[in-house]
């Protein structure tokens, strides 16, 4: 069961439009998985849609047509199936990355795997795949910006709250925490830095630059 989810302002950012294509299509694969906030964005885009009958015509720039088209094409097209994270998670929870370019697994530490994704027409920020073994965590870290994850399977706890298969957690700046993966199963995550982390010990922050964390 999903229980942790984007906040209306980050719903309503993507509904817009307003969301570079990074966090956009993070934000797509958790609506892929959770009915709750897939439905909160149709509504919120019926809303907008009345706005807009009501709004007058304004005249385009030139530009316009060109940027609406470079950002449909940084997100996987609608018209694909909608799949979520209960059967085989890893490769259904990330189907959305068919539009990206995807590194092979490399092994980065012990019990610990990662994946870079490089999305098209991206502005700023990261975006990662990452695998850790049951029983084994992160370092200890806070954040320079905005951190955004999406759990594809598996589970992990922060000591903030325990996030499952399906989950959505937003952390900043005022945020320290440790995610360490249950004893389950691994934990494959998908997340989007738009600042580097700040890892705790000279032996984190080395391995966070290494992989550009």
Partial sequence: MITHHPDDESLLAFASGQLDSGRGLLLSVHLDACQQCHRRVQALLSVGGEVLERAQPMELSDEALQRVLQRIEGTAPESKARVGVTSAPAARGLSRLDSCEVSAWRRVAPGMRYRSVLV?????????????????????????????????????????????????????????????????????????????????????RTFGRWIGM
């Avoid at 990662?128 to 598996?154: C, M, N, Y």
């Fill in 120 to 204: 098209p027409h991206a502005a700023d920020g990261k975006m990662f795949v990452l695998g850790i073994a049951p029983g084994r965590s992160l370092p200890k870290h806070s954040h320079r910006d905005l951190e955004w994850t999406q759990v594809i399977s598996g589970a992990f706890d922060d000591g903030r709250a325990r996030f499952e298969a399906g989950d959505f957690d937003a952390t900043d700046g005022l945020v320290r925490h440790q995610p360490v993966v249950t004893a389950e199963a691994e934990c494959i995550c998908l997340a989007h830095l738009s600042a580097p982390l700040v890892f705790e010990g000279w032996i984190a």
